[in-house]
């Protein structure tokens, strides 16, 4: 997008579903790169960028927040180095296709 500063100095803000969304890494007039805050699940909702003069620049239905990984099985409980886990759980992709890691 662009406009985000608007006329300002600065991002002050991002929302993301009404939820503040801080400023992670980058902020100008065209690319802000911020961290999720915590959330239920809500589907289709506006993401709001405002900038320190007040002026709101706002994208509706562009973010969905997914309902949350829950881990409900591991198996075998305790081992070393080399053993085989199996994780059970709901959501454990977060939205992905594939797992990339475990930590």
Known sequence: GSG???GGTSVAQVLLAGVPAPVIDWANDTLVIVQAGASGPIANA???VQASNGANTTGP???TYLAPAVV???IPSQGQRGTT???SGQ???GGGSNTSSVL
């Open 4 to 6: 985000f500063v608007a």
């Open 46 to 48: 506006a993401v709001v």
């Open 61 to 63: 239905g562009l973010w």
């Open 72 to 74: 409900t099985d591991i």
């Open 85 to 87: 886990v199996t994780i």
């Open 91 to 93: 959501n454990l992709l």
